[in-house]
């Protein structure tokens, strides 16, 4: 169902804690994003990364970061400083940054307190 | 940036009839426009998309229309189905930095 997984589904979490959303791929696919999606919005991008060690920040970026040590990885944390941060993240992954598809993930859906 | 607009935002309809959604775009630098279907609790998945040297494209009872001189393109569903009813969401990648932009979704119920 695309290779793309993420995890965990559900997601709990006090205030003021960071929050790290795994995001794997085994389709050799050199682009990978993270969305978030709020209910009646379309998605956000939040962070992209064309290939390894290089990531560029998205349309909703603050309060975000990720890292790309892997072309199989490309982990989200959530810190802090994002003021709202309850939502449903989606990872996807596309062959390259040009017109391809993109696959998305299962997602995992944030809940702070 | 580029700002997709979607329309309706919700849309009901008898088994068997047509649904049309559709959208805008304000980047004429957009050249590729995917539609994805998202299943309630699931993940979204592309069910057609089009690019910009295309006016149209079908795909069974899918096909998406667009118009690059008025910047908006068009899904339509013939023969609509229960299998039908989930959130569509269009959007439009632009040229200059590839990234997708999205609609803010429709909501489809195929009535039985």
């Known amino acids: 169902d695309g290779g793309i997984t993420q995890s965990p589904k559900y997601l709990f979490r006090k205030e003021g804690q960071n929050v790290t959303l795994s995001c794997e791929q085994n389709?050799?696919?050199?682009?990978m994003y993270w969305y978030r999606q709020d209910p009646g919005q379309g998605l956000r991008l939040i962070y992209y990364s064309q290939i390894v060690n290089d990531f560029q920040k998205g349309d909703i970026a603050e309060g975000y970061s990720v890292s790309r040590e892997k072309k199989e990885s490309f982990p989200l944390t959530v810190t802090s400083a994002q003021k709202n941060p309850t939502a449903f993240y989606l990872c996807a992954s596309s062959l390259g940054q040009g017109v391809y598809e993109q696959y998305f993930g299962p997602g995992t859906r944030l809940t702070v307190t | 940036g580029e700002n997709v607009e979607q329309h309706p935002s919700t849309l009901s309809v008898q088994e068997g009839d047509s649904a049309v959604i559709k959208c805008t775009y304000s980047?004429?630098?957009?050249?590729?426009f995917p539609w994805y279907k998202q299943e309630l609790g699931k993940r979204p998945q592309l069910i057609i998309d089009?690019?910009?040297?295309?006016g149209e494209k079908k795909d069974q009872r899918i096909a998406v229309t667009l118009n690059k001189t008025a910047k908006h393109f068009s899904l339509h569903i013939t023969e609509t189905q229960p299998e039908d009813s989930a959130v569509y969401f269009c959007a439009a990648q632009s040229s200059n930095d590839y990234k997708l932009s999205f609609g803010a979704g429709t909501t489809v119920t195929v009535r039985a």
């Open positions: 389709l050799n696919h050199d682009a």
């Open positions: 980047d004429s630098a957009s050249n590729y």
């Open positions: 089009i690019r910009s040297n295309v």
